[in-house]
């Protein structure tokens, strides 16, 4: 009776990965420089959103269709954008530095 458990355990400790892998890239995945801008976009008009109308429930719908004129100001389809996002946040060393960039630029913009 011993034996089988022990062997199952032991099939489960091996077959444990120790590292994460990381997708691969989509082959039209976003460059940084337009993820950045994109993204930036994006958060810029949600907190607009967000402060206007204050309860997710109101601005869901609202949130939803601008964010369509954002992803064709950009030329970006939403799809094209939800994969390349999958891939930065896949990398939490990638994502920390889009995030910071975006950070930067508006404070950059903010002493202007």
């Not at 995945?29 to 810029?44: H, N």
């Not at 959103?49 to 954002?70: P, R």
Request: net charge positive; with cysteine.
């Amino acid at each position: 009776m011993k034996r089988p458990i022990i062997l199952a355990l032991f099939c489960f400790l091996v077959s444990c990965k120790t590292e994460i892998s990381k997708p691969r890239a989509p082959k039209d995945v976003l460059s940084k420089k337009e993820m950045v801008s994109l993204t930036k976009d994006l958060l810029l008009m949600e907190s607009n959103i967000e402060l206007s109308y204050g309860q997710v429930a109101t601005y869901y719908k609202i949130l939803n269709s601008s964010t369509d004129v954002i992803f064709k100001k950009h030329q970006i389809s939403r799809e094209r954008y939800t994969r390349s996002f999958d891939y930065f946040a896949a990398d939490q060393d990638k994502m920390t530095a889009l995030y910071q960039e975006i950070l930067d630029s508006l404070n950059i913009e903010s002493l202007k």
